[in-house]
């Protein structure tokens, strides 16, 4: 690990409801991002259970801006590795998925275990000879960089550091038991989208937890009742507060309130039509009658329910400039036919030409252009919902998960505010 360039941030109030701007563009703030976050304490999602059903099963993912496979080994246990040969550091797995009791590099054909442990050197002690590798060479000592592995519900997710909490503990009580919610039986993947993004990782998080633009930005979802801020609903986050779900429950606000409420705050008066509301339609799947539901675990996932909707997102970074989420669809096994085709019907909302993520995509795109040449001390105002202590709320007028995500990356980067330093 190279030594990092100290880096002071001046946080204009010490509760999070000022965000500098630079903190999305500087280069070297990325790159303490991968250091400290991605390769640091933090657990990353990296893919589901239901995705590496047989032993040998593997796909190939990341975890920040680095290349990893997940496997299952014969014995059924879950693997996961840095996809970076040791020898000269080509990509050894370029698939996406599939199946193999070993990972050969094709470069110069060094072979890898199911685990990572290097099995194989061509010409390891030369040829007649001459060349090779030295004496001293071990083959142990020169395997895949291993990570450490864990799951719940199904969900797997890696971490690169051998000493931080367990899952269970790094999630919480809360977020445990929203993925056994929603991952509470098999699932069955029905497809992937992949999305890019010409803008900083950190604002798509932000993005994610901002509780109210999604009715005034998308005006679908507004319209036809999918997310308004009317309806019943609110944020929840863990202690750390790096981790937030929002929620809300269709059908729970007069409809004629509405329009005028969104007339009168000049949002708009919308004139979309569907000629057919098939779409929009939503099948009570859940007890606690939440109809929307979107949950982002920090620092790359997000699990969201949409009506019958049922995906996560995954978060890969591309430099300070880029990121791309990685969709994965996915229903239960006793679904119905009609279910599923349901299913995909409504993912329509989603993905990069989706009804909802396209404008989330252009809002995040035109905040990083016009925030990149701003001055050190130009920054956000994230105070809807009042400003001060960040605790959860149960409505969605708020800002207030955004300042629990920035207290809880400050945390993270070392990055504290003078406060919380005290």
């Known amino acids: 690990m190279t030594n990092s360039k ?58 920040g801006d680095t290349p990893v496979i997940v496997a299952r080994a014969e014995d059924g246990s879950l693997k996961a590795m840095v996809n970076r040969c040791a020898h000269r550091g080509a990509i050894v797995r370029r698939e996406t998925r599939g199946n193999a009791k070993e990972h050969i590099c094709i470069y110069h054909r060094w072979s890898y275990g199911q685990d990572g442990s290097l099995t194989g050197v061509p010409f390891l002690r030369g040829i007649k000879g001459k060349g090779g590798m030295g004496c001293d060479f071990r083959v142990a ?37 929203h993925l056994s ?55 929840t986050m863990d202690d750390s507060r790096r981790h937030n779900l929002t ?42 009658g939440i109809s929307l539901a979107i949950c982002g675990l920090f620092p790359n996932a997000t699990v969201h329910q949409i009506s019958n909707s049922l995906a996560t997102r995954q978060l890969r970074t591309f430099g300070p400039d880029e990121f791309e989420l990685y969709w994965t669809l996915f229903g239960y096994e006793d679904d119905s036919e009609e279910m599923t085709q349901h299913r995909l019907m409504q993912a329509n909302m989603v ?7 396209m404008e989330d995509g252009e809002a995040i795109e035109i905040t990083h252009r016009a925030t990149k040449t701003e001055s050190v001390s130009a920054c956000s ?17 708020n800002d207030i998960a955004v300042r629990g995500f920035w207290f809880g990356y400050a945390q993270m980067m070392g990055f504290s505010s003078k406060k919380e330093q005290s």
């Open 181 to 235: 919610r929603i991952f509470n039986r098999p699932v069955r993947v029905l497809g992937y989208q992949r999305q890019r993004i010409a803008g900083n990782w950190k604002l798509y998080l932000e993005n994610q937890r901002d509780t109210y633009h999604g009715s005034l930005l998308h005006e679908f979802q507004s319209t036809f009742g999918t997310s308004r801020a009317t309806q019943a609903g609110g944020v």
């Open 247 to 288: 929620y809300a429950r269709a059908g729970t606000d007069d409809d004629q309130e509405f329009k005028t409420l969104y007339k009168d705050n000049k949002v708009h008066e919308s004139k979309l039509r569907l000629e057919d509301a098939s779409m929009i339609r939503n099948f009570r799947e859940f007890d606690d």
């Open 381 to 397: 105002v994230v105070e809807m919902g009042g400003s001060g202590p960040i605790i959860d709320l149960e409505h969605r007028v």
């Open 6 to 63: 100290t880096i002071k941030v001046e946080w204009p109030r010490e509760d999070y409801s000022r965000i500098p701007f630079w903190l999305y563009h500087d280069p070297e703030v990325y790159r303490q991002e991968q250091e400290r976050i991605f390769k640091g304490r933090a657990w990353s999602y990296v893919a589901l259970e239901a995705e590496l059903p047989n032993p040998g099963d593997f796909r190939t993912t990341f975890i």
């Open 351 to 357: 993905g990069p030409a989706g009804l909802i993520s």
């Open 141 to 177: 000592d020169h395997g895949l960089q291993k990570l450490r592995v864990e799951s719940h519900a199904g969900v797997i997710f890696a971490t690169f550091d051998d000493e931080t909490e367990t899952l269970q503990e790094y999630l919480g009580p809360v977020f445990t038991k």
